[in-house]
């Protein structure tokens, strides 16, 4: 989805299942944009998640938190579900990325923007 999108994730095994990664990876990998999403977990559980990953060395150093451009999605809903839900997260991850080409998509719920800082998360 986030190649469709127009991204790269070149953390990722294309076509593999997910698989944990070191968190020095990220850190080397310094992405301009980080989308916390995870299967089965609603908005606000991803954005509890987000909390976790503020508490990760140099977090708040990284380009996306830099910029802005750290987010939580209903992973449950969107992204882990088969079917139509598909194109919209899709549309959602292409609006993250390129905001300035992408309309934010129609569906509130779906996405919520956070602040990584030294002190933790801060609701954008």
């Given at each position: 989805m986030v190649e469709i999108a127009g991204g790269r994730d070149d953390l990722a095994l294309l076509h593999?299942?997910?698989r944990r990664i070191e968190w020095r990876k990220v850190?080397?990998?310094?992405?301009e944009v980080?989308?916390?999403?995870c299967c089965g977990f609603n908005?606000?559980?991803?954005e509890r998640e987000g909390e976790i990953l503020a508490t990760f060395e140099g977090a708040h150093d990284l380009p996306a938190a830099k910029m802005e451009r750290v987010y939580a999605t209903d992973g449950?809903?969107?992204?882990?579900?088969?079917?139509?839900?598909?194109v919209d997260s899709v549309e959602v991850l292409a609006c993250l990325i390129y905001p300035d080409l992408f309309s934010?998509?129609?569906l509130a719920d779906a996405v919520a923007a956070f602040?990584?800082?030294p002190a933790g998360v801060v609701q954008a």
């Open positions: 593999r299942p997910s850190l080397e990998f310094a992405p980080v989308v916390v999403t908005l606000s559980r991803c449950s809903a969107y992204f882990s579900r088969p079917g139509p839900r598909i934010p998509p129609l602040k990584l800082t």
